[in-house]
């Protein structure tokens, strides 16, 4: 496995283009993140912010330009390389994706890319020290006290944590979050981003974490990143940046009216 030099970024995409059926969908994006930073991704739908998590983690692979994600060029791997390279990404979606008759903790040790099926004597097939391992990463995410608890008896927010739990029980040294808060109100949405934002600094894992709503991402982002049409529009310390400035990229028209 590839390991980082020390000071490489985390991610680097350079001049990385990609189309789907002859339409340009990504066009030009370069992007280095350090370790340890909480990107936020911002942009209109279509603006092909999905696609760029899914070039990180060699789901796709670009057109043009080239991708190094851990020290790794994911359109240079081979399959089992690639495998081990997704090991290290964790990825959180938008809907959750546990299962829900099993509680909490059986989620977090079923591992994201595990079968539907529970391994026969349930979470007691797992090792002691994993099993503690799980719940102490349920315990980060403020979920300990609910782990025997069937995962569709949670809240969306309770459910999208369990996921993150899920995600670190993994050791990610990277994670990629797809509009994880879409699908939650605005209260649970501030819960499961402040609490990537903490693990994020805690283990100094970097995060780049897709996100339409304007506030939530000032708020939680060290750097916002922008994307419209596929290409990459801003980039700035999310402190230099004022609601007004990012609100014109998802609608331009409306600020030159204005
Ligand atoms: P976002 O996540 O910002 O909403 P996406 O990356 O999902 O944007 O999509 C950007 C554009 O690429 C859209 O026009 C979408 O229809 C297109 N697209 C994304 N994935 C595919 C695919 N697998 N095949 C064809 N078109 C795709
Ligand atoms: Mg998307």
Redesign the pocket.
């Known amino acids: 496995m590839a390991e980082r030099i020390d000071g490489e970024p985390v991610l680097s995409l350079s001049e990385v283009g990609k189309g ?2 002859g ?1 340009t ?2 066009d030009g994006i370069s992007l280095d993140v350090p370790q340890g930073q909480f990107v936020a991704l911002a ?10 998590l ?1 070039l990180v983690n060699g789901m ?1 692979l670009p057109d043009s330009g080239t991708v190094r994600t851990l020290g790794e060029n994911p359109a240079a791997c081979s399959r089992g390389r690639l495998r081990a390279l997704r090991a290290r990404v964790g990825f959180v979606f938008q809907q959750f994706g546990l299962v829900g008759r099993l509680t909490a903790l059986e989620n977090v040790l079923m591992g994201s890319l595990a079968s539907l099926r529970l391994p026969r004597y349930g979470v007691m097939s797992y090792p002691r020290a994993v099993r503690a391992r799980a719940v102490e990463q349920l315990d980060r995410v403020g979920l300990a006290e609910l782990r025997f608890q069937r995962c569709d008896t949670l809240s969306g927010g309770q459910q999208q944590r369990v996921a993150v739990a899920r995600t670190l029980l993994q050791g990610p040294e990277l994670i990629l979050a ?2 994880p808060v879409a699908s939650l109100d605005p209260a649970a949405s501030v819960l499961v981003l402040d609490t990537l934002k903490r693990i994020s600094a805690e283990d100094g894992i970097s995060v780049v974490c ?1 996100l339409h709503q304007i506030e939530l991402a000032l708020a939680t982002a060290d750097r916002v990143v922008a ?1 419209r049409g ?1 290409r990459l529009v801003l980039d700035e310390p999310a402190a230099d940046l004022t609601a007004d400035r990012l609100r014109a990229i998802y609608d331009p028209g409306e600020t030159r009216a204005g």
């Open positions: 789907f059926h339409t969908v990504l942009g209109p739908s279509g603006a092909g912010k999905s696609t760029l899914r796709h797809d509009e897709s994307l596929g």
